[in-house]
């Protein structure tokens, strides 16, 4: 069985669905962004984190995150058992998604 492994600030990810339904009700996405092709996945893995002096930064994004990223650029699709992810750099990610109760 193999396992991947991003290094640095890389993440590796499940490329989503980004049609019409999605369990997020509203997204405000710039109208720069409208033209481009937006992608949307889950963070399966992520690295430890850019190289500092003293180590390593802690990455934004975590496992289990949902993102948009910028899908416009062809990326090399990898696979692990019966999936396939991507990976990207921290920088690619647009936007986190996050669930907000309407209490």
């Known amino acids: 069985m193999t ?3 991003p290094l640095s600030d ?3 990810v ?5 049609g019409v339904g999605s369990e997020y009700t509203y997204v405000d996405i710039p109208d ?3 033209s481009s092709a937006l992608g949307k996945g889950l963070v399966v893995r ?3 984190g850019y190289r500092v002096e003293q180590g390593f930064a802690e990455l934004e994004v975590k496992a289990g995150d949902h993102i948009y990223f910028d899908d416009s650029t062809p ?3 990898v696979k692990e058992g019966d999936e396939s992810f ?3 750099r921290e920088a690619e990610v647009i936007a986190i998604i996050e ?3 309407s209490e």
Do not use: N
């Open 75 to 77: 990326r090399q699709k």
């Open 3 to 5: 396992r991947l492994k």
């Open 46 to 48: 992520v690295g430890k």
């Open 10 to 12: 890389r993440l590796v």
């Open 14 to 18: 499940k490329k989503l669905d980004t």
């Open 32 to 34: 720069t962004l409208k």
């Open 99 to 101: 669930e907000v109760s």
């Open 86 to 88: 991507i990976f990207l």
